[in-house]
């Protein structure tokens, strides 16, 4: 049956431009209807009878719908209804609409996208309807729909929040994405669907208009109101959007819910809808290339795509494609779909595979690359109607097309103009076709960790002179995080504080939301509806609105943007863009794949691939031009034969030599050249504490690449050539000098008991090293190898002060930023010692780092690779004094912070996560190892100068073997120098008790795993201690008479000395 839509109106009644426009509208879909079609929905403007009292009436088809006058007008919808509704549109309009008359709540159920929300507030601006709504997450709680605590003038009180506020004024609650939220969060609505009721935390009861009504007929209002009962309003309606689970991911829906709503498939537009849709748009497109386009995204969509395991094309994002091949007519559709749907990276090789077959078979394969963007020739500002705008010159296929953009508000900066940013020609391009993006839409950049993401976007916000606001993403991170959070005023009042996020979009910059592939899907979803239609719905009650909508509403209520913001409403800025950067995703991986169906549809996707080799090496050159050629030359050969490899194991390896970490090995190479390569390398990768298989891997590659190891590094180093001296104000360690620092706070200077060895000062000029630099450090070691003790040792040297953080499982992102406290009845947030170090220019030491989710800990790289970092009091850390600019709650980096980070090895043992996996390449990485049985002894001798030589010389060698056997992985437990010093303290302040009890200090711990306990006991007999022997050990009394033979007993020889 075809629907036909009708406006019955009344000359002079209520809600004149509204009713104008709306006639207005509907006269050009009819003047679009071809004469002799009868199948088309037939669409015609009838006037009723004049009067005031009439009221306008919306038909469509056989059902009308008699118009009310909203007593809020600002929360009506606007602009939704398009030029042209197409046959589809109308017919769900009109079901929707027989719910509304049955009084029944309805759920729109189907594939991701903005379509059934689009559709939910055409038929609100139709009917001019009120609306609440509200976007579900994981992190959506029953004082999100009900009511919410506040606290004035030191009175705690209710507030009522969507699902009250529509019930009691008669609104239409809209709520998107039920499957996001918790199990058992939603039934608290239960009843107020079904029966209209609801029971609320301040003691006032909802009850239906119904049953209202009849109660006043035997009580007045007045008593009503002394029961605490109020009216629900006949008008309240519930519009839900979701998912179908188990097809997409989420939560499925709770049966009682669910059987409380009306269903309807709000699949895609059907094929000619769409085709007409995207001709309108096209014009310079061919029209077969549409039809093409629209068959391929089509096929993707289907079911039989579905069983595949190929996520749905996003259909919504065609327009905008569509609307950038219009301006570029020269451009393969092919790359445009890449933006789309990039399969290439989202998808494994049959998947790969299948996408190419169905290309084939539209005939989208051909792919010139003569034909795509090269470069931004030219960027020009302009402004038009009070809105910052940029004329864009790109050069494609020998041509120049010059494009509009939304531009920020400070000057523009000429391409490549950035001293900082080295253009390549992949960059060069990689700009450009985002330049051809930003025209229509949201941009996510993926890439590899340390391949340059963050400087290409903060060039391009350079570029068309935008402000950046950085936003480091995390795992842990809430909708609220993300919105809007909740403070207390210096009078003990609750209150609201925006987001960065919100107030970029007020303000009109670029947002980078770096990390988006850490975020929870479910708390992603919250901006769904800034992505997709540039609107959002606060805690506080505030709306934000698309400039076009927010002028709109502003014209035909005729009020000021003073009395529209008192009403809570504002206008997000039309040159308000986000950009988001993220790691490729896992292909297979359940956890690590995160660009999902429903991702797809917000953003338009660029990949930046890795550097190749000569654009690699022309960065490193122009950003260290004292880099070593030669040496050069051999380290990016070796890092492009591992990254061109297919063997997994060497592809984990490049993984660890980012670009990023490319130049921190060629600075410190152009600044030291009588380095090794083969140790810089090996450091970078951390290869003391990689798997066997993976170590071996790496040593024949650098062997094939001809990085041999240092033959000076294989004698034993002489401790006099390490020695560490203080003379007039400068400190040596090795060949290593620098200045010593002058530190007003001398109690934070650490001082700690350390005597000097070969080992510890090779890693302490080392760190000296990177430290001049200005280099972060991070120093990974096993258990008790002294990492604490280097690093109190170097600060106590330089004469720094310390800021200590030891880090675990439940450390957050607030208490590693902030720590909260209450003084007065108001919540202060006092600053940690993070804070403390970054405003005093301290150095921050970091412990345990591993032991902190890895989520927690990457908010570092903000702070270490940006020099900026947003607190939880809302303040903001920034590197550069002169970003200030008059700017509250700004933090400085103070030039002297540096941050040294410690944490265990990764792997089995330890327990912790893989922090250096996670955040290695934005450090300089130290691998501190056990000293080596020379310098361990030396150092024995200093804890024990009364434990004789011997005793030490059978603890060395027992421990060395026992590592050596921790390294070839027979047994767990890395046996440390930690143990070795309590073993020989214990026997120095205890000189008369026998050796085989002191070391069952450290041995009981496996006393209990009897081959553990097997192979220690063999261990130890071989060196003469003698722990668990019985009478039978034969080999141990062979051994014990045999150094008792080279002992000289004397009357002052104690037992223990003994063997």
């Not at 609750?494 to 929870?520: C, F, M, Q, Y």
């Not at 991070?778 to 002060?801: A, S, T």
């Amino acid at each position: 049956m075809q629907s036909r839509l009708l406006l019955l109106g009344a000359p002079g009644g209520h809600g004149g431009p509204a009713s104008r426009r709306m006639r207005l509208l509907l006269r050009q879909v009819v003047q679009r209807r071809p004469g002799g079609d009868r199948q088309r929905p037939e669409v015609r403007l009838v006037h009723a009878g004049s009067g005031a009292d009439t009221g306008d009436t919306v038909n469509i088809g056989d059902v009308s719908y008699k118009l009310k006058i909203p007593k809020n007008p600002e929360l009506v919808p606007q602009n939704y209804i398009s030029d042209s509704l197409a046959q589809s549109v109308v017919q769900h309009l009109r079901w929707i609409m027989q719910k509304d008359l049955l009084g029944q709540d309805v759920f729109l159920i189907g594939p991701p996208g903005p379509l059934r929300r689009s559709i939910a507030m055409q038929y609100l601006e139709l009917t001019k309807r009120e609306v609440e709504y509200i976007a579900l997450s994981r992190d959506t709680t029953e004082t999100d729909l009900k009511q919410r605590r506040e606290i004035r003038a030191g009175t705690a009180f209710y507030i009522d929040q969507c699902a009250v506020r529509a019930a009691t004024e008669g609104r239409t609650l809209i709520l998107e994405g039920l499957e996001k939220a918790e199990r058992n969060v939603l039934p608290v609505l239960n009843n107020l669907l079904e029966n209209r009721e609801m029971q609320l935390e301040d003691g006032r009861f909802l009850m239906s208009a119904e049953r209202y009504d009849k109660l006043l007929q035997d009580h007045t209002k007045k008593e009503l109101d002394s029961w605490n009962i109020v009216r629900v309003s006949e008008n309240f309606r519930v519009i839900a959007l979701g998912l179908p689970v188990p097809r997409y991911s989420g939560n499925p829906l709770d049966p009682p819910l669910r059987s409380r709503f009306q269903a309807r498939d709000i699949y895609y537009l059907p094929f000619k809808d769409q085709l007409k849709l995207l001709y309108s748009i096209g014009a310079n497109v061919s029209a077969e290339k549409v039809s093409q386009l629209l068959s391929f995204a089509t096929t993707l969509c289907s079911q039989e795509s579905s069983t595949l395991g190929l996520p749905d094309f996003p259909l919504d994002s065609l327009a905008a494609a569509v609307q950038i091949l219009d301006s570029f007519p020269m451009m393969p559709i092919k790359h445009a779909i890449q933006w789309l749907y990039p399969y290439s990276i989202l998808l494994g090789h049959e998947g790969k595979m299948a996408v190419e077959g169905v290309l084939k078979r539209f005939e989208l394969q051909d792919s010139g690359s003569s034909l795509l963007p090269k470069e931004i020739v030219r960027v020009e500002k302009m402004t038009e109607n009070h809105v910052s705008q940029a004329s864009v010159t790109i050069r494609i296929a020998d041509k120049e097309v010059t494009i509009k953009v939304p531009a920020g508000t400070r000057p523009l900066s000429q391409p490549c103009a950035s001293d900082r940013f080295i253009q390549t020609l992949s960059h060069k391009q990689l700009q450009a076709e985002m330049m051809q993006s930003h025209m229509v839409k949201d941009i996510c950049l993926i890439g590899g960790k340390g391949c340059g993401k963050t400087v290409i976007a903060k060039n391009f916000a350079d570029t068309l002179g935008y402000n950046i606001e950085p936003i480091m993403l995390y795992q842990d991170m809430t909708a609220r995080d993300l919105l809007q959070q909740r403070y207390t005023l210096p009078n003990g009042d609750t209150a609201w504080r925006s987001s960065p996020l919100v107030n970029a979009a007020l303000e009109g910059k670029l947002v980078l939301l770096d990390g988006i592939h850490r975020v929870n899907a479910g708390t992603l979803a919250v901006l769904q509806r800034l992505i997709h239609d540039r609107e959002l719905s606060l805690y506080d009650g505030s709306r934000l609105l698309r400039e076009d909508r927010y002028m709109r509403l502003k014209e035909e209520l005729q009020l000021s943007d003073e009395q529209l913001q008192k009403r809570s409403i504002f206008p997000i800025h039309p040159s308000f863009r986000i950009i988001a950067l993220a790691e490729p995703p896992v292909i297979g991986s359940t956890t690590h794949q995160w660009l999902g169906p429903e991702f797809l549809t917000m953003f338009f996707f660029h990949y930046m691939k890795p550097l190749v080799k000569s654009e690699e090496i022309q960065v490193i050159k122009e950003k260290v031009p004292n880099a070593p050629q030669e040496t050069l030359d051999k380290l990016l050969s070796f890092t492009h034969k591992l990254r061109e490899t297919q063997d997994p194991t060497a592809q984990s390896l490049a993984a660890s030599l980012s670009t990023r970490q490319l130049l921190r090995i060629s600075r410190r190479l152009s600044q030291y050249p009588n380095e090794n390569l083969h140790s810089a390398v090996t450091k970078a990768c951390l290869s003391r504490f990689l798997p066997s298989l993976a170590r071996s891997a790496l040593e024949k590659n650098l062997a094939d690449a001809t990085i041999e190891i240092n033959t000076d590094d294989n004698l034993e180093p002489e401790l006099k050539d390490y020695k560490c001296e203080v003379t007039s104000g400068t400190l040596r360690i090795g060949a290593v000098s620098a200045p010593i620092y002058n530190a007003h706070e001398k109690m934070k200077v650490p001082d700690v008991l350390f005597y000097d060895n070969i080992q510890h000062m090779i890693v302490m000029e080392d760190m000296l090293k990177d430290f001049l630099l200005g280099e972060h450090l991070l120093l990974v070691g096993n258990q008790g190898v002294g990492k604490n003790k280097i690093v109190d040792r170097f600060l106590h040297l330089l004469n720094r002060p310390r800021e200590y953080i030891q880090l675990h499982r439940d450390t957050t992102v607030q208490t590693l930023t902030l720590q909260p406290s209450v003084k007065d009845g108001l919540i202060v947030y006092e600053d940690s010692p993070l804070v403390k170090a970054v405003k005093l220019g301290h150095i921050l030491v970091v412990d345990e780092a591993d032991k902190a989710p890895t989520n927690v800990t990457c908010i570092l790289k903000t702070l270490v690779e940006n020099g900026e970092m947003i607190l939880a009091d809302g303040r903001r850390i920034i590197a550069n004094s002169a970003n200030v600019n008059g700017r509250e709650n700004v933090v400085v980096i103070h030039p002297d912070f540096r941050m040294i980070v410690l944490a265990n090895r990764p792997g089995f043992p330890f327990l912790g996560n893989d922090f250096f996996g996670t955040l290695g390449d934005i450090f300089s990485c130290h691998a501190v190892d056990n000293p080596k049985p020379h310098s361990e002894l030396e150092m024995l001798r200093q804890y024990g100068p009364n434990v004789p030589e011997p005793i030490l010389q059978k603890l060395v060698a027992a421990f060395g073997e026992l590592r050596s056997l921790a390294d070839q992985g027979i047994i767990n437990y890395p046996y440390s120098t930690r143990e070795v010093v309590n073993i020989v303290k214990h026997l120095q302040k205890f000189p008369t008790e026998g050796l085989s009890s002191v070391v069952r200090n450290v041995f009981d711990f496996d006393s209990y795993n009897n081959d553990m306990r097997e192979i220690l006991i063999n261990t130890l007999h071989k060196y003469g201690i003698p722990i668990g022997a019985k009478p039978t050990s034969v080999q141990l009394a062979k051994e014990v008479s045999r150094q008792c033979k080279t002992i000289k007993l004397t009357s002052d020889t104690p037992l223990y000395s003994l063997p």
